[in-house]
């Protein structure tokens, strides 16, 4: 079964940091591999995208603050927060679409074929 499998989620401070990490049979440097989030009552947001070029797209929420990487050898894709707000408070899914390798968008990754369980990221004043 390909799966996608999150970790690194939890509570924080505003302000702290917080590091995911998606590891998987579902991973691969071919695709467009992303994290989406979403809160209660709210639609899904693309977070931050990673294509089979290497070129990366952040929401302009958290651009500047969020980085998106990959190590290819270990099969994993990370999301690195820094200075949380609260407003990044969501369930956060790491995603992939496997039918697309360049040029993958935030809408794309927002609407994957692939996606893990998620994991929670609460942040408190």
């Known amino acids: 079964q390909v799966q996608l499998v999150e970790s690194g989620g939890g509570s924080v401070q505003a302000g702290g940091s917080l590091s995911l990490s998606c590891a998987g049979s579902g991973y691969s440097s071919s695709y467009c591999m992303g994290w989406f989030r979403q809160a209660p009552g709210k639609e899904r947001e693309g977070v931050a995208t990673l294509d089979s070029a290497g070129r990366t797209r952040y929401a302009d929420s958290v651009k500047g603050r969020f980085t998106i990487s990959r190590d290819n050898a270990k099969k994993t894709l990370y999301l690195q927060m820094n200075n949380l707000k609260l407003e990044d408070t969501a369930m956060y899914y790491c995603?992939?679409?496997?039918?697309?390798?360049?040029?993958?968008?935030?809408?794309?990754?927002?609407?994957?074929?692939?996606w893990g369980q998620g994991t929670q990221v609460t942040v408190s004043s």
């Open positions: 995603a992939a679409r496997t039918n697309i390798g360049r040029y993958c968008s935030l809408v794309d990754i927002s609407r994957p074929n692939l």
